[in-house]
């Protein structure tokens, strides 16, 4: 069984295909980041795992500035590369690891990159970063299954099934706004409150290469055997391409959550 750290560093292998292949945030997600952490044009924040920038950019072009901390040497470069030239500044390093200044930013963020980071660390480490004034955003893009959602992906659980690969919890999944929230848990930490949260769902359509790409990106495809991925990516190739229209939609829920540091 390949543990959650070694997981967590698969990303830095697929790092240009993590760029093309991976989906963007809605706008509206970082309109309300803005809002509801308040920031004001020239505002710190820093970030926890930005990949290769895709909620990074968004949030520079808001008139903001970005220090990243990633632990992928690969990502990061990409991630320099493409915000050339923005209030940006990348260093390497597992956030856990990270020593940075005290009370410094109005903004901690990531994107799905939390459920990444131990929350008994977590959550003081980021309460320590945060001006008095400052919050915690914390959000992420996970596979959606709103009513009607395409077929496609009840039918290939079969053949994750056959490779020992199945579907850990009920099928089909909850619908997105029964998907649960992380507010109870960021309460619960003692250190933050006032937690508000906002739902996104949005649908993309995919041709069976670029579905393949996107695979190529997760974690556990990543990780699995080839011979089962290999065998895996053959049926969605066979099965897609049979189809009437040979593209699978896919969609995407986001959760945003947006919450005070409690006083020190």
Known sequence: MTGARELRSTFDAVADLYETARTSYPEELFDDVVTLAELKPGARLLEIGCAT???TRPLLERGLSVMCVEMGPHLARRARAALAGLPFEVQVSAFEAWEGPPAAYDLVFAATAWHWIDPAIGY???HDLLRKEGHLALWNAQHAFPPGFDPFFSEIQEVYNAIGESHA????????????????????????????????VWGQRYSVEKYIDLLKTFSGHIAMDEAKRQHLF????????????PTVTRHWLAILHVARPRPR
């Open 53 to 55: 920038g895709k909620a």
């Open 169 to 200: 919890e009920e099928w089909p999944p909850p619908s997105p706004e029964e998907v649960p929230d992380r507010a109870e848990e960021i309460e619960a930490s003692g250190l933050f409150d006032d937690v508000q949260v906002r739902r996104y």
């Open 234 to 245: 053959d049926e969605i190739r066979h099965r897609i391409s049979h189809r009437s229209d």
């Open 124 to 126: 003081a480490k980021a």
